[in-house]
């Protein structure tokens, strides 16, 4: 590039100051010409028009627009497309690929806390955390003090199915092996082979669900994926199991789990539903063997600044003409989040 490239932001400003706080700027600015003032949420108007036409790359995250024919028509030199925050492909029409504009996003970086939160949930759940710490809290001075009643618990020893060896699911599997647990996995796209070198037996989906203490869910939303958790494969389920949801609500079919829940069978911990937000008084919110978390197991907080920082070195290498590591090829699209 015989230029200093330019770059353009298009994130939504309550999304912008977590994900690239002060010195993620300056470095970007070493790399960029960038105005971090100017962050679109509409790329129409003559505002983005005079930014588009200069830019050679998109730094976008949560809020910005989908990026179609019109953006691509405003901004003939564009060459990359910089997503600072998770899944992308909803953001990216087909076009863009078409165009040879390259994409990528900090997927990747969104996984890690992702698989911290579903080891912290497969370890507390495990110890029946929520559900305990509830009676406890509940009991009045004649409650039988039983709260540490409870054979069976504990993660050691459990089998433990994990399905999606998604990128969340493999950072899931990685920690997993410091766990003495035996691990299944379900994922079509993974060879028997390849899920060994990963630390599980590839299975399928009737087996992980007859053989698991605990299931953690880690694919994608698609078409093929709904419903994969039915009442029938909750009812394979042994008793006492825990079901751990934090990919997307629409794997599980959330009728089925409230009765399973209901009669005390299995357990859930879900920091996504369907619906999301579940409506107020729902029953799952009311059982205490269920803890639903409102969504909040990807980057929050402190966390987000990993999106600006893998972003930002994405950036770099894009300018020092290096292979992406968040690049997201169009044939992926079908089955990727
Ligand atoms: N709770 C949160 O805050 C949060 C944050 C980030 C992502 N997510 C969700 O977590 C899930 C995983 O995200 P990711 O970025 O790791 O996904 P990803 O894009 O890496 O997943 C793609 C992989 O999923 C696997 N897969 C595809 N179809 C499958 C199927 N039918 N059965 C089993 N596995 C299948 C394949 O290995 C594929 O390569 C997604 O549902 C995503 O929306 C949730």
Redesign the pocket.
């Known amino acids: 590039m015989s230029r200093r490239p330019v770059a353009v932001f298009a994130i939504a400003p309550w999304a912008f100051d977590g994900v690239f706080p002060a010195d993620l700027l300056t470095r970007l600015r070493q790399l960029v010409d960038i105005d971090p003032a100017a962050r679109f949420t509409s790329l129409a108007g003559p505002a983005a028009a005079a930014a588009l036409e200069k830019a050679d790359l998109l730094i976008t995250g949560w809020g910005c627009p989908r990026i179609d024919a019109d953006v691509l028509a405003a901004a003939p030199r564009l060459r990359a497309l910089v997503h600072a925050a998770?899944?992308v492909k909803a953001r990216v029409d087909p076009v863009v690929f078409e165009h040879g504009v390259v994409v990528s996003s900090a997927?990747e970086a969104?996984?890690v806390p992702?698989a911290d939160y579903t080891i912290a949930m497969l370890v507390l759940g495990a110890k029946q955390a929520f559900s305990r710490a509830r009676r406890y809290a509940a009991a009045g001075e004649d409650s039988p003090r039983d709260w540490l009643s409870g054979e069976g618990t504990g993660l050691h020893g459990c089998t433990v199915g994990v399905?999606?060896?998604?990128?969340?699911?493999r950072h899931v599997l990685h920690r997993l092996r410091q766990f003495d647990v035996e691990v299944l996995l379900?994922?079509?796209?993974?060879s028997r082979a390849e899920a060994a070198r990963l630390g599980a037996e590839l299975v399928g989906m009737d087996d992980l669900c007859r053989r698991s203490d605990l299931v953690t869910v880690?694919?994608?939303?698609?078409p093929?994926?709904r419903h994969?958790l039915d009442g029938r494969r909750l009812d394979l389920l042994p008793d006492g199991a825990m079901v751990i949801n934090?990919?997307?609500g629409s794997?599980i079919d959330t009728e089925a789990l409230t009765r399973a829940c209901a009669d005390g069978r299995v357990s859930a911990i879900l920091?996504?539903t369907e619906p999301e937000p579940l409506p107020p008084g729902h029953p799952l919110l009311g059982m205490s063997n269920v803890l639903v978390t409102p969504?909040?197991?990807?980057a929050q907080g402190r966390e987000l600044r990993r999106l600006g920082e893998f972003a930002v070195a994405e950036v770099s290498r894009f300018v020092n003409g290096a292979p992406l590591l968040g690049r997201v090829e169009p044939e992926?699209l079908p089955?990727?989040?």
Request: aromatic fraction near 4%; hydrophobic fraction near 45%.
């Open positions: 998770g899944t997927a969104n996984a992702v399905i999606g060896a998604s990128r969340i699911g379900h994922d079509p796209y993974v880690h694919a994608p939303a698609l093929e994926t994969m934090t990919a997307r794997l920091d996504v969504h909040l197991a990807g992926q089955y990727i989040a």
